[in-house]
């Protein structure tokens, strides 16, 4: 994928001030892990690094981000309050900061949301970037590297990795008539778990969705439309 930003990039979304990497951008990093736990969570650590480990008070990053996780838009007037709605829809939340990461982007955060009763919680570990104008990338997803934007129809498999897998949803997108645009896959090793997220042009029916999940070797299928996260 091209990392050319055309005019309406540069200019940035309608938003919800001072910053659009350190407030918008935030705010659809949120959006993303909220979508990818596939509901509102009940807990959340987010860890702040490097530059926005420095200013992610002063520039609202934390309000951006709990905004996000509670599904607000860039240009939402609540993402001023969005730390006391947080509160008060039930969510418990600390944050982090790490000022000398220097493996990683000066604009990264990482977003860890459980919910249900210990032992038996439903987790996600997402890894965002802002990258300027309210731009994103999210580079891992619980522990696997990936680099996706949410700005396309986006589908993540996690699965065991078998031989055939890529090619099997592959032929999948394309019974659906989907052209594929990128691809990301990692594993943990040989013959164990595995990571496949495509982006695509168009978006896939609920058939093919479920067909995926029927497969016995794949864990789980998230599919996050092309909802142009604002």
Not at 10 to 16: F, K, L, Q, S
Request: net charge negative; with cysteine; proline share 3%.
């Amino acid at each position: 994928m091209s990392d050319r930003s055309s005019i309406f990039d540069m200019i940035g979304p309608v938003m919800i001030g001072p910053s659009s990497s350190h407030t918008a951008g935030v705010v659809r990093i949120g959006r993303v892990a909220r979508r990818l736990h596939d509901k509102q969570p009940e807990r959340a650590t987010i860890t702040f690094y490097n530059s926005f480990a420095r200013t992610y008070e002063g520039h609202g990053s934390n309000r951006a981000i709990m905004a996000g996780l509670l599904d607000f838009g860039t240009d939402d007037e609540r993402i001023r309050t969005a730390l006391d709605l947080a509160q008060e829809a039930g969510i418990e939340f600390k944050f982090k900061a790490v000022t000398n990461a220097s493996a990683l982007h000066p604009n990264t955060v990482r977003v860890k949301l459980s919910s249900g009763p210990e032992g038996e919680e439903e987790k996600v570990d997402v890894v965002g970037v802002s990258r300027g104008g309210g731009l994103i990338s999210i580079v891992e997803l619980d522990g696997f590297r990936c680099n996706f934007t949410a700005q396309r129809h986006t589908l993540v498999v996690q699965a065991d990795d078998v031989k055939g897998s890529i090619a099997f949803v592959a032929n999948m997108l394309a019974n659906d008539d989907c052209n594929i645009a990128t691809m990301t896959v990692d594993r943990r090793a040989r013959n164990q778990k595995a990571r496949l997220v495509f982006e695509m042009d168009s978006e896939i029916t609920d058939l093919t969705v479920q067909y995926m999940e029927s497969r016995n070797w794949i864990d789980r299928v998230v599919y996050l439309p092309n909802i142009q996260i604002q």
